[in-house]
């Protein structure tokens, strides 16, 4: 599904991403593990082609093809979709907009999907609402998914979907980023992909991840087993993970 050779990255002009390289399969879900400012949002930005993230080395491949230079809304029509740690307010578009505009190219929903993603988030009441504008931190996070229901990509990146939110709607959190990524669903054939981003863990608690990744001071160092590779976190630190696990 996705594979990433030798990808080094500045952003105005200070060296962030250092020669990584990551590969997920069709159906594989990852986590990715750092402290903050090891680069995972920048890694992820990178992945989904955000401008000022400039490549200077390496590829990425997406599906086979080379996306490297591509623009974020080809990435998106390939199939691939994120969920932001801290999205921006969109004043002016609302709720139900954004998610019409993801639905209208797809082929195998109709508008009543909508209605069933909503209330699948308990967000309801937030159709009629701008997007993320006074939204709380929770509200957030699940204003993210039901996004992306709606766009139903094969692969998607989710950074710190757990963060800042409720023990009650962390269960839902995970139930939605289950079904986004044909997890749990019996003896299905999964296609679907995922990176996601967790700090302290919560949300592998109801995703099943198969295998993680540690990222330091913009390198990958390891990939392993997610409840192992935590485990080593907690009682030794990044530095000492890397050092155990490598
Ligand atoms: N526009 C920018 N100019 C300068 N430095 C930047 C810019 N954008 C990101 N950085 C730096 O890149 C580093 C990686 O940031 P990034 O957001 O990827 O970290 P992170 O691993 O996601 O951290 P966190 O766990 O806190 O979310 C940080 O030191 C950050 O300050
Ligand atoms: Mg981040």
Redesign the pocket.
Known sequence: MLDIQNLTVT??G?R?LKGVNMHVSSGETVALF??????????LHTIMGFP?YTVETGTIQFKGEDITGMSIDKRAERGIGMAF?RPPAVRGVKLKDILRMCINRREDVDETAISRYVQKLNLDDFQDRDVNLGFSGGEIKRCELVQLLAQDPDFTMF??PDSGVDLVSIHLVGTVINELLQRGNGPCKKIKSGLI?S?AGHILEFVNADRAYV?LNGRLHCSGNPRDILDNIKSKGYEGCITCLR
């Open positions: 952003v105005q200070k962030i750092g402290p903050n400012g090891s680069g995972k949002t920048s890694l000022g740690q950074d710190e981003i700090h990222i």
